[in-house]
């Protein structure tokens, strides 16, 4: 393949917002990439055609992210554009690398200290040390706190003050605080170790105090790529300044609507300031969503539309470009067992259906919520997995298994297909490839070595490359002995497998990843917003969090919460984030959520709409749009729907808009069985406002009285 053909492939299929990324120029470049725009793309293309051009060196590019699979993930994209040698790692991979590397000359002969890989004992020790005693929760909290003080370089005789300007909602008082992590950094220093703070902090002293250091680090690394720049806390950002020393070739990808970890330190304020930081820059905007259905889109949006503070100055509001789906389902119960019973059933139903398990999702807002569905998806035997929980390499069964896979590379015949050599090995651990238990502990370990048989059909799929020369290779089939060096490396990366099952996952640890069908559990206020969000910012970090959940779903979503904790519990209200969530008898069904309306919009009592056929009171979205019960027989005029749809098609293609930002199918629908004859029966269809009344209103009534298409919009002028 020529550079150029390969140029040509690097862009084709971009859009124009991609295309505008990839093809900035050198310099500063500031990408606000909304959730499902294909920003990954973007950027591995950028990478990927500055080096085909010959701009720049893949070996002196480090593109940094916040999680190993995505640093993974961005490397085999890179290769596969045929870009291989990039450095992609997350902050303190790249940290880890570099300490290590410059070691011998940064401390002069004496070992590497030891990195923690938990904060937890040693603050036990440390609150110990200063008469606080604390169990395991406790000691997580002051962890928690400690990070934070380190994330943002506050150091422990300045944290009471920082803490009291941040506002932080401490685990203890702030002057406790203050005391355990001063012993904390006493006692790690006493024991020799280090944490992956002090790693960032380690590299940044490097860089900063030795001039040696800088001008290898900088000469080896020119061009920096960042994404998730939104999260982004004040030391990484000290860090990547570090390593750019005063240059600008740089580019940060990121989404302010989706800054959801401002707990930890993480802060907007370098993507929202990346402009005024460099005058130069080049900013693009990605709000074409590949994701999501325009149903799930049309939600995300009225969610974020009410946001205010510092991070809705960047609010993108984003495009649907996939089919149509289903609205999402809004659902309302008596209690929270009832609530997980629900989800539980339906996931059931769905996998039955033909749904993978893999591809369902329960979010909630804390990990404590979780509880409830692993116990009610047990009782309905649904498989399932706990995002955030115990590491998958750390579970014992797969440690175990790694072990017998090991010691297998000495035994299994060399000729074995890998699945099969795979399946053998685990038989050492008791694992068959036959029907796995049912729910609970016992599925869940099935499941975890299950996904290793899966990995280990993907990973024979694709044949080493063995160099013959300096232009030949061959191919030949990957071994055992290759699956488990794969396993090792996937290991010290954390880059897991997908294991079948339904997934449980608070809204944090969703973020990033995406399934077609997601419940959104636990929609109360108390919950979320949590109590502890006390202030504006606070409670608008709930509502982005809100958003994320949301916009994690490809095509079904179901948005739930229950009016009491538990059976015969005090009443609760639904959050304040979905305005329109109406209690209803029966079904627990609730009505879709409002696309506008601010706080005034809120608290005012939704409108009765009643069935023009039976009468009956109207609770679903799309029912209270069309003025009748789903049951209700339809009286729609197919003609004029067909002239309608016709209209929509050639009006969206004039505007270059999507056909349902015009009007949505249900709209259409409801405007042929309806048929107003004046402006007052048009705008009481729902979805059919002041500012649609004046773009499209006198088109569609002329519809109605009988004109066709193309005497409201010529077929030639489009």
Not at 478 to 507: I, K, M, N, W, Y
């Given at each position: 393949m020529t550079v150029q053909s390969a140029v040509e492939q690097v862009l084709a299929g971009l859009d124009p917002e991609q295309r505008s990324a990839v093809t900035a120029p050198a310099g500063p470049v500031c990408v606000l990439a909304g959730a499902g725009t294909g920003k990954t793309r973007a950027v591995t293309s950028r990478v990927a055609h500055r080096s085909l051009t010959g701009e720049v060196t893949a070996r002196h590019v480090l593109a940094v992210t916040f999680t190993a699979r995505a640093a993974a993930e961005m490397r085999q994209r890179l290769t596969l554009l045929g870009v291989p040698g990039v450095q992609a790692r997350t902050f303190h991979a790249a940290a880890m690398r570099q300490v290590r590397y410059f070691a011998p000359r940064l401390l002069q002969g004496r070992a590497m200290p030891e990195l923690l890989d938990s904060k937890v004992r040693l603050v036990t020790l440390a609150a110990a040390r200063v008469g606080l005693r604390t169990d395991r929760a406790a000691a997580r909290d002051l962890a928690g706190e400690i990070e934070w003080a380190k994330s943002s370089l506050v150091e422990p005789g300045e944290y009471e003050v920082a803490a009291a300007k941040a506002l932080r909602d401490t685990p203890h008082e702030p002057a406790k605080v203050a005391a355990v992590f001063t012993a904390y950094e006493q006692i790690k220093r006493g024991n020799g170790v280090i944490d992956f703070e002090d790693l960032l902090r380690a590299m940044v002293w490097g860089i900063e105090e030795h001039s040696d250091v800088a001008e290898q680090v900088r000469g080896q690394y020119r061009h920096f790529v960042v994404d998730e720049y939104q999260d982004v806390n004040p030391l990484q950002q000290r860090l990547l300044d570090a390593w750019l020393g005063g240059r600008n070739d740089l580019t940060v990808v990121g989404d302010a609507s989706q800054t959801i970890y401002s707990f930890t330190g993480a802060t907007s304020s370098y993507l929202v300031d990346f402009p005024r930081r460099y005058r130069d820059a080049v900013v693009v905007r990605l709000v074409r969503d590949y994701r999501?259905?325009?149903?799930?889109?049309?939600?995300?949006?009225?969610?974020?539309?009410?946001?205010?503070?510092?991070?809705?100055?960047?609010?993108?509001?984003?495009?649907?470009?996939?089919?149509?789906?289903?609205?999402?389902?809004?659902?309302?119960?008596?209690?929270?067992?009832?609530?997980?019973?629900?989800?539980?059933?339906?996931?059931?139903?769905?996998?039955?259906?033909?749904?993978?398990?893999?591809?369902?999702?329960?979010?909630?807002?804390?990990?404590?919520?979780?509880?409830?569905?692993?116990?009610?998806?047990?009782?309905?035997?649904?498989?399932?997995?706990?995002?955030?929980?115990?590491?998958?390499?750390?579970?014992?069964?797969?440690?175990?298994?790694?072990?017998?896979?090991?010691?297998?590379?000495?035994?299994?015949?060399?000729?074995?297909?890998?699945?099969?050599?795979?399946?053998?090995?685990?038989?050492?651990?008791?694992?068959?490839?036959?029907?796995?238990?049912?729910?609970?502990?016992?599925?869940?370990?099935?499941?975890?070595?299950?996904?290793?048989?899966?990995?280990?059909?993907?990973?024979?799929?694709?044949?080493?490359?063995?160099?013959?020369?300096?232009?030949?290779?061959?191919?030949?089939?990957?071994?055992?002995?290759?699956?488990?060096?794969?396993?090792?490396?996937?290991?010290?990366?954390?880059?897991?497998?997908?294991?079948?099952?339904?997934?449980?996952?608070?809204?944090?640890?969703?973020?990033?990843?995406?399934?077609?069908?997601?419940?959104?559990?636990?929609?109360?206020?108390?919950?979320?917003?949590?109590?502890?969000?006390?202030?504006?910012?606070?409670?608008?970090?709930?509502?982005?969090?809100?958003?994320?959940?949301?916009?994690?779903?490809?095509?079904?979503?179901?948005?739930?919460?229950?009016?009491?904790?538990?059976?015969?519990?005090?009443?609760?209200?639904?959050?304040?984030?979905?305005?329109?969530?109406?209690?209803?008898?029966?079904?627990?069904?609730?009505?879709?959520?409002?696309?506008?309306?601010?706080?005034?919009?809120?608290?005012?009592?939704?409108?009765?709409?009643?069935?023009?056929?039976?009468?009956?009171?109207?609770?679903?979205?799309?029912?209270?749009?069309?003025?009748?019960?789903?049951?209700?027989?339809?009286?729609?005029?197919?003609?004029?729907?067909?002239?309608?749809?016709?209209?929509?098609?050639?009006?969206?293609?004039?505007?270059?808009?999507?056909?349902?930002?015009?009007?949505?199918?249900?709209?259409?629908?409801?405007?042929?069985?309806?048929?107003?004859?004046?402006?007052?029966?048009?705008?009481?269809?729902?979805?059919?406002?002041?500012?649609?009344?004046?773009?499209?209103?006198?088109?569609?009534?002329?519809?109605?009285?009988?004109?066709?298409?193309?005497?409201?919009?010529?077929?030639?002028?489009?």
């Open positions: 999501s259905t325009p149903q799930v889109v049309g939600l995300a949006n009225a969610v974020i539309s009410q946001a205010r503070g510092t991070e809705a100055r960047l609010r993108l509001e984003l495009v649907g470009q996939r089919p149509t789906g289903p609205e999402p389902d809004v659902r309302i119960f008596t209690d929270e067992p009832a609530e997980a019973t629900a989800v539980a059933v339906r996931c059931r139903a769905m996998i039955e259906a033909g749904t993978p398990a893999r591809e369902v999702a329960v979010l909630f807002r804390t990990n404590a919520q979780s509880e409830a569905y692993e116990k009610a998806l047990t009782e309905a035997e649904v498989p399932y997995q706990v995002q955030g929980a115990e590491r998958f390499f750390e579970r014992t069964e797969v440690r175990q298994a790694m072990v017998a896979l090991r010691a297998a590379t000495r035994s299994v015949p060399g000729d074995l297909p890998l699945p099969t050599a795979v399946v053998e090995a685990l038989a050492a651990v008791g694992w068959a490839p036959d029907a796995p238990p049912t729910g609970g502990a016992a599925r869940e370990r099935w499941e975890a070595l299950a996904a290793l048989v899966g990995l280990a059909e993907e990973y024979a799929a694709t044949p080493e490359l063995v160099p013959l020369g300096e232009a030949a290779t061959v191919q030949r089939p990957v071994t055992l002995a290759d699956f488990t060096d794969e396993l090792h490396r996937r290991a010290a990366q954390q880059h897991v497998p997908t294991v079948d099952g339904v997934t449980l996952a608070s809204l944090h640890a969703a973020k990033g990843l995406e399934w077609d069908a997601v419940f959104l559990v636990g929609l109360a206020e108390g919950t979320l917003p949590t109590t502890y969000a006390r202030t504006a910012e606070q409670v608008e970090e709930e509502r982005r969090l809100l958003y994320v959940g949301i916009t994690r779903a490809r095509q079904w979503l179901w948005l739930s919460y229950a009016a009491a904790r538990s059976p015969g519990g005090r009443a609760r209200r639904p959050t304040r984030f979905l305005p329109r969530l109406e209690r209803s008898g029966g079904t627990e069904r609730a009505g879709a959520p409002a696309a506008a309306g601010g706080r005034r919009a809120e608290r005012r009592r939704p409108q009765v709409v009643s069935c023009r056929i039976c009468g009956a009171t109207l609770l679903a979205g799309p029912d209270r749009k069309l003025g009748r019960c789903p049951t209700c027989p339809s009286d729609i005029d197919t003609e004029l729907y067909e002239r309608l749809h016709t209209w929509r098609q050639r009006t969206a293609g004039a505007q270059k808009v999507p056909a349902y930002v015009v009007f949505t199918d249900a709209t259409l629908t409801a405007l042929a069985e309806r048929r107003p004859a004046r402006q007052e029966e048009l705008v009481a269809i729902a979805g059919i406002g002041p500012r649609k009344l004046g773009l499209y209103g006198e088109a569609v009534l002329a519809l109605v009285q009988g004109a066709s298409v193309d005497e409201i919009c010529p077929e030639k002028s489009f």
